[in-house]
């Protein structure tokens, strides 16, 4: 095996919504040679460093560096706690909608007894 497993990595919905995407250019003369011309989108590593940790790291230079994979596996671990919150909104509304099945059947059922002695009533026509 080349992995030692130290655990499960958790962070998920919580806190991508704590991660801002930003329109940056890179400086014409970073000392780090980066290409200046367009406009990128991203993050601030400092800002992420703060959520997510894991992402962050620093280089020789002393620059901190952005990893995007533990990003990637928070996002997917949002996904799947979007996905058990729907699961459960669907699991409530058919719940519901089998209440109201049996609601307006017993609604009905009061109806047909009750214009059977007041064929009169409104509700009969």
Same mark, same amino acid.
């Given at each position: 095996r080349l992995k *030692?497993? +130290?655990?499960?990595?958790?962070?998920?919905? +919580? $806190?991508?919504?704590k991660l801002q995407?930003?329109?940056f250019q890179y400086k014409p003369d970073n000392p780090l040679?980066?290409?200046?011309?367009? %406009? %990128? &989108?991203?993050?601030s590593a400092q800002a &992420?460093? +703060? &959520?997510?940790?894991?992402?962050? !790291?620093? !280089? =020789? =230079?002393?620059?901190?560096q952005l990893h995007s994979d533990p990003i990637l596996?928070?996002?997917l671990n949002a996904i799947k706690e979007q996905q058990a919150q729907v699961q459960k909104q669907q %699991?409530?509304?058919e719940? =519901?909608? $089998?209440l109201a099945?049996?609601?307006?059947? =017993? /609604? *009905? $059922? /009061? +109806?047909?007894? $009750?214009?059977? !002695?007041h064929r009169e009533a409104r509700v009969c026509k």
């Amino acid at each position: 095996r080349l992995k *030692n497993i +130290k655990g499960r990595f958790t962070p998920g919905l +919580k $806190a991508l919504l704590k991660l801002q995407p930003i329109r940056f250019q890179y400086k014409p003369d970073n000392p780090l040679g980066l290409p200046g011309g367009g %406009e %990128e &989108v991203g993050f601030s590593a400092q800002a &992420v460093e +703060k &959520v997510l940790p894991e992402a962050v !790291s620093r !280089s =020789q =230079q002393g620059y901190l560096q952005l990893h995007s994979d533990p990003i990637l596996w928070t996002m997917l671990n949002a996904i799947k706690e979007q996905q058990a919150q729907v699961q459960k909104q669907q %699991e409530l509304i058919e719940r =519901q909608r $089998a209440l109201a099945n049996r609601q307006q059947q =017993q /609604l *009905n $059922a /009061l +109806k047909k007894l $009750a214009c059977r !002695s007041h064929r009169e009533a409104r509700v009969c026509k």
